[in-house]
């Protein structure tokens, strides 16, 4: 079993800030990358950012220079700096993680929290 479990979401006020983060527990041998992906009402699901075991990162052009994606290996967990925050930023956000669960098998399945609101007020 695996669990990616989202906190960090909420209201806040234009040009805010919030700080996701979500945690992957459960049988994991290694993950590969973790992501947030959010989806606003009406729209459809996007990435937002993306980070490798290396630490490479991908951003979003909507979100460049405002958002930071971040990873604690040893924790398995990732996190999302929000900073500047824009009402269009108002969307679930999801995160994502592409791990293995096992030494012996080089399967990576995706995985996904159940989402968390953040709401960005005008």
């Known amino acids: 079993q695996v669990q990616l479990v989202e906190s960090g979401g909420g209201l806040v006020q234009a040009g805010g800030s919030l700080r996701l983060s979500c945690a992957a527990s459960g049988t994991i041998f290694s993950i590969n990358a973790m992501g947030w992906y959010r989806q606003g009402p009406g729209q459809q699901r996007e990435l937002v950012a993306v980070i490798s075991s290396g630490d490479r990162t991908n951003y979003a052009d909507s979100v460049k220079g405002r958002f930071t994606i971040s990873r604690d290996n040893a924790k398995n967990t990732v996190y999302l700096q929000m900073n500047s925050l824009k009402p269009e930023d108002t969307a679930v956000y999801y995160c994502?993680?592409?791990?293995?669960?096992?030494?012996?098998?080089?399967?990576?399945?995706?995985?996904w929290g159940q989402g968390i609101q953040v709401t960005v007020s005008s």
């Open positions: 994502n993680a592409n791990l293995r669960r096992s030494s012996w098998s080089t399967v990576r399945n995706d995985y």
